[in-house]
């Protein structure tokens, strides 16, 4: 079995480039085409249960009640996000989601944020190539203002990405991370949490 028989979709989701010249690329741009189409109507949306109902349409898959996203907002596939419940996105998020992006239970993210799981070869001749890995934010993670998760990064469980933030490496359980690139700023100390 040849890499290009394998589904243009896992192969996305799995990680690694994918060449412009794919013979299954066409099936990638009937999908962006249609998306392109959906945020026309998703960013004029007038209500969160409007928004909810045509981002639905965008992911193909059901938004949870719990889960608000505000507009505008922008992605160039849609298909590969996937949101779960509790989440709360502000205005201006921009996910760029063809390698694959899961926001797990009760995270929140703030305005302008960016999660990018596209990047392209460094060589000049593969240039327009995709080299794709999925971004993972866990339970819990608060995304500040203006902050941009770059491909392959997870960020752990009750981690504080601070605004403006760019990064590029996986940002540990717990954490807070900030600057350009992220850096560990400190522990999240739970014994001052209120009970």
């Not at 004029?44 to 409007?50: A, L, Y």
């Not at 849609?78 to 509790?86: E, P, V, W």
């Not at 500040?144 to 605004?163: D, H, R």
Request: glycine letters at 6%.
């Amino acid at each position: 079995m040849t890499e290009n028989s394998i589904d243009i979709f896992e192969r996305m989701l799995a990680g690694g480039i994918i060449r412009n010249d794919d013979p299954q690329m066409t099936h990638v741009w009937e999908i962006v085409s249609n998306t392109i189409r959906l945020s026309a109507a998703l960013n004029i949306s007038t209500s969160i249960e409007q928004i909810r109902e045509r981002l639905s349409e965008i992911t193909g898959t059901s938004i949870d009640k719990s889960t608000t996203v505000f507009v505008p907002f922008y992605t160039n596939f849609g298909r590969h996000i996937k949101f779960g419940r509790n989440v709360f996105v502000n205005h201006a998020c921009t996910f760029l989601d063809l390698g694959g992006i899961t926001i797990e239970d009760d995270v929140q993210i703030g305005p302008k944020v960016n999660l990018i799981t596209e990047n392209h070869p460094v060589d000049p001749s593969q240039r327009k190539a995709l080299d794709l890995k999925s971004i993972v934010i866990k339970k819990n993670v608060w995304i500040g203002a203006s902050a941009t998760i770059l491909p392959g990064v997870t960020s752990g469980e009750n981690a504080i990405v601070a605004a403006g933030a760019l990064v590029n490496k996986d940002v540990a359980a717990n954490t807070i991370v900030a600057g350009v690139p992220a850096k560990f700023i400190r522990a999240i100390d739970f014994t001052d949490a209120k009970t």
